[in-house]
């Protein structure tokens, strides 16, 4: 059995996509927090942690004093 997807000899892209998709969805986060809209904030957040958990953590590094980050790393 091939250990692709496809038998065409490429990896499928599709945790790429997911990583993407939690990335933005992880920075939006972000914004909408930054603009106050918590409720949103907080939606957007699970969202990219059920996509992507390791893309959020990623986000989050690039914003080391932002307060998410600090409560994540206490948790």
């Known amino acids: ?3 692709f997807v496809y038998d065409d000899d490429r ?3 599709t945790d790429a ?3 993407e998709q939690a990335r933005r969805l ?3 986060a972000l914004k909408a927090e930054n603009e106050g ?3 949103r ?3 957007l957040f699970a969202e990219a942690d059920r996509t992507d958990p390791q893309a ?3 986000v989050l590094r690039e ?3 932002h307060p998410r980050t600090r409560r994540r790393a206490r948790g």
Do not use: L, T
Request: no cysteine; proline share 8%; net charge negative.
């Open 1 to 3: 059995m091939s250990r």
């Open 11 to 13: 990896p499928a892209d």
């Open 17 to 19: 996509g997911k990583h």
């Open 26 to 28: 992880a920075e939006a």
């Open 37 to 39: 809209d918590q409720a």
């Open 41 to 43: 904030a907080d939606d």
């Open 56 to 58: 959020v953590e990623n």
């Open 63 to 65: 914003w080391p004093d």
